[in-house]
């Protein structure tokens, strides 16, 4: 008897139906794959609810807690997963399910979930703060780029670059920017562009799958970015999502191209930098030309520049004290001087007598005891007494020699030094109205009036010419009206 028999001749409840069909389905464990699209995860749930799909079927899962959260993956949208578990019925309901026992992503899905660990991991380790960021150099002398030597990446770079601020130097790695070995050949790249000078780092390459930008992934490149001692600007053309290397460089460009533009000022912000340093410098200009004119004008208000005679008054005043000191001085010195010369002159005079005496008396009185003592002594002694007073008296003489030539010579130099001495030899002094002694001719001027003082008196002048001889001593003829 086949089992549509069975079934016509003994029919079953829904109940039994039911729960014949769930014991059937759940002897079957199977293994599947499929992108969830519907999604419901509520807190209180039991479960968690979604439906996995293909190009043509759906199907309705449900996976419980305590499976849902050892498996560690946060299901989205849009993932594709692989699903192991079996079919079961939900009898009150009529619906059947798929009780999923483990989950893993496939594919990309499980590429994503490495990569959102990665970031993480590195965003609590604050590799991805946004107070670690360095701003950009806003005129940068060297720019570095590292990406592939082949394609269109570096040539949309140099082209941009050159165009809107060709001032700036380049330094270009290239390096492969897919495959196992694409992250430790641009970290090597990276450090070549930083060593030959650069001030910032691009690091760029073209569209591609997900796949295809896992080196930008790489949690070494990651590293040796965020410890890069220059700015580092990604350019990475996968815009609906963020690499590694975007979240942890200092600036995330959408494209190469925006990268290049990025890192050097536009056109229009060079022209408003120097514009507002034009205005800051002609200001600051002005403000020191005006200061300095105020200056100026304080300076040109003192004395010291509206009375020429201020800046040497006090020197001119200490020299006319001086001169007329001098003036007076001379008279007195020289009137000093010979009143002091006839003292001396007088002294030696009453001195002379006096030395001579003192040394004749001696012998005189020594001479008197000596014939007093001796008597009439024999002739012998006599005579060697008068050889002996010979001798003292020749001493005595010869003593005063020396002293009557340093008196000659002293009252010589005296007289010679006397003014009045000059005078007498028939020179003269002339002087100005102000007393100045001349001494060269061309400190007169002819009808200038001068006094001329001669031995015995004085002479007022006046100059009528002026002759200028070549010997040692000028004469000039004076002549009286």
Same mark, same amino acid.
């Given at each position: 008897?086949?089992?549509?028999?069975?079934?016509?001749?003994?029919?079953?409840?829904?109940?039994?139906?039911?729960?014949?069909?769930?014991?059937?389905?759940?002897?079957?464990?199977i293994k599947l794959v499929g992108e969830v699209s519907e999604l419901s995860?509520?807190?209180?749930?039991?479960?968690?609810?979604?439906?996995?799909?293909? !190009?043509?079927?759906?199907?309705?899962?449900?996976?419980?807690?305590?499976?849902?959260?050892?498996?560690?993956?946060?299901?989205?949208?849009?993932?594709?997963?692989?699903?192991?578990?079996?079919?079961?019925?939900?009898?009150?309901?009529?619906?059947? *399910?798929?009780?999923?026992?483990?989950?893993?992503?496939?594919?990309?899905?499980?590429?994503?979930?490495?990569?959102?660990?990665?970031?993480?991991?590195?965003?609590?380790?604050?590799?991805?703060?946004?107070?670690?960021?360095?701003?950009?150099? @806003?005129? =940068?002398?060297?720019?570095?780029?590292?990406?592939? =030597?082949?394609?269109?990446?570096?040539?949309?770079?140099?082209?941009?670059?050159?165009?809107?601020?060709?001032?700036?130097?380049?330094?270009?790695?290239?390096?492969?920017?897919?495959?196992? !070995?694409?992250?430790?050949?641009?970290?090597?790249?990276?450090?070549? #562009?930083?060593?030959?000078?650069?001030?910032?780092?691009?690091?760029?390459?073209?569209?591609?799958?997900?796949?295809?930008?896992?080196?930008?992934?790489?949690?070494?490149?990651?590293?040796?970015?965020?410890?890069?001692? #220059?700015?580092?600007?990604?350019?990475?053309?996968?815009?609906?999502?963020?690499?590694?290397?975007?979240?942890?460089?200092?600036?995330?460009?959408?494209t190469p191209t925006a990268a290049a533009g990025a890192v050097i000022p536009?056109?229009?912000?060079?022209?408003?930098?120097?514009?507002?340093?034009?205005?800051?410098?002609?200001?600051?200009?002005?403000?020191?030309?005006?200061?300095?004119?105020?200056?100026?004008?304080?300076?040109?208000?003192?004395?010291?520049?509206?009375?020429?005679?201020?800046?040497?008054? *006090? !020197?001119?005043?200490?020299?006319?004290?001086?001169?007329?000191?001098?003036?007076?001085?001379?008279?007195?010195?020289?009137?000093?001087?010979?009143?002091?010369?006839?003292?001396?002159?007088?002294?030696?005079?009453? @001195?002379? =007598?006096?030395?001579?005496?003192?040394?004749?008396?001696?012998?005189?009185?020594?001479?008197? +005891?000596?014939?007093?003592?001796?008597?009439?002594?024999?002739?012998?002694?006599?005579?060697?007494?008068?050889?002996?007073?010979?001798?003292?008296?020749?001493?005595?003489?010869?003593? +005063?020699?020396?002293?009557?030539?340093?008196?000659?010579?002293?009252?010589?130099?005296?007289?010679?030094?006397? =003014?009045?001495?000059?005078?007498?030899?028939?020179?003269?002094?002339?002087?100005?109205?102000?007393?100045?002694?001349?001494?060269?001719?061309?400190?007169?001027?002819?009808?200038?009036?001068?006094?001329?003082?001669?031995?015995?008196?004085? @002479?007022?002048?006046?100059?009528?010419?002026?002759?200028?001889?070549?010997?040692?001593?000028?004469?000039?003829?004076?002549?009286?009206?």
């Amino acid at each position: 008897m086949t089992s549509f028999e069975q079934a016509d001749s003994a029919p079953l409840s829904v109940s039994a139906a039911m729960a014949r069909a769930k014991g059937a389905l759940e002897q079957v464990t199977i293994k599947l794959v499929g992108e969830v699209s519907e999604l419901s995860i509520k807190p209180g749930y039991k479960a968690a609810y979604f439906t996995v799909k293909d !190009q043509s079927a759906a199907l309705p899962c449900m996976m419980w807690n305590n499976r849902y959260v050892a498996s560690g993956i946060q299901l989205t949208v849009g993932q594709l997963v692989e699903l192991t578990g079996r079919f079961t019925l939900y009898a009150a309901k009529g619906r059947m *399910n798929f009780d999923v026992f483990s989950i893993t992503l496939a594919g990309e899905g499980d590429l994503r979930l490495k990569v959102a660990n990665l970031a993480k991991k590195l965003e609590a380790e604050g590799l991805m703060d946004p107070a670690r960021k360095r701003p950009l150099p @806003l005129f =940068p002398d060297v720019v570095g780029v590292v990406t592939s =030597p082949r394609g269109s990446v570096i040539h949309d770079i140099l082209r941009t670059m050159r165009l809107h601020f060709p001032l700036t130097r380049i330094v270009f790695a290239g390096v492969p920017v897919e495959g196992a !070995q694409a992250a430790q050949a641009m970290v090597s790249g990276m450090n070549c #562009v930083v060593n030959a000078g650069a001030e910032l780092v691009i690091l760029g390459r073209g569209g591609g799958s997900f796949e295809d930008y896992m080196p930008f992934n790489d949690e070494q490149l990651a590293r040796a970015i965020a410890a890069c001692p #220059v700015p580092v600007v990604t350019g990475i053309g996968h815009e609906p999502d963020n690499t590694i290397a975007d979240m942890v460089s200092d600036l995330r460009a959408s494209t190469p191209t925006a990268a290049a533009g990025a890192v050097i000022p536009a056109k229009e912000r060079v022209q408003e930098i120097f514009a507002t340093r034009e205005a800051s410098l002609v200001a600051a200009i002005q403000r020191k030309l005006d200061r300095a004119a105020l200056q100026l004008e304080r300076y040109a208000d003192r004395t010291l520049f509206t009375d020429a005679q201020a800046l040497f008054a *006090n !020197q001119a005043q200490t020299l006319d004290y001086a001169s007329d000191r001098l003036m007076r001085a001379i008279p007195d010195n020289l009137a000093r001087d010979a009143q002091q010369l006839n003292h001396i002159t007088s002294r030696l005079v009453r @001195l002379m =007598p006096d030395q001579v005496n003192r040394f004749s008396q001696p012998v005189a009185r020594a001479n008197e +005891l000596l014939s007093y003592a001796l008597g009439h002594a024999t002739s012998a002694p006599q005579t060697q007494l008068d050889r002996y007073c010979e001798r003292l008296t020749l001493r005595a003489t010869s003593l +005063l020699t020396p002293f009557d030539q340093r008196l000659s010579l002293g009252a010589s130099r005296l007289h010679d030094l006397s =003014p009045l001495t000059i005078l007498s030899r028939g020179y003269a002094v002339a002087r100005t109205e102000t007393g100045q002694v001349v001494k060269d001719v061309d400190q007169v001027a002819v009808g200038q009036a001068i006094r001329v003082t001669l031995t015995n008196g004085e @002479l007022d002048c006046n100059v009528m010419d002026i002759a200028h001889i070549d010997t040692d001593i000028t004469i000039l003829e004076d002549h009286n009206e």
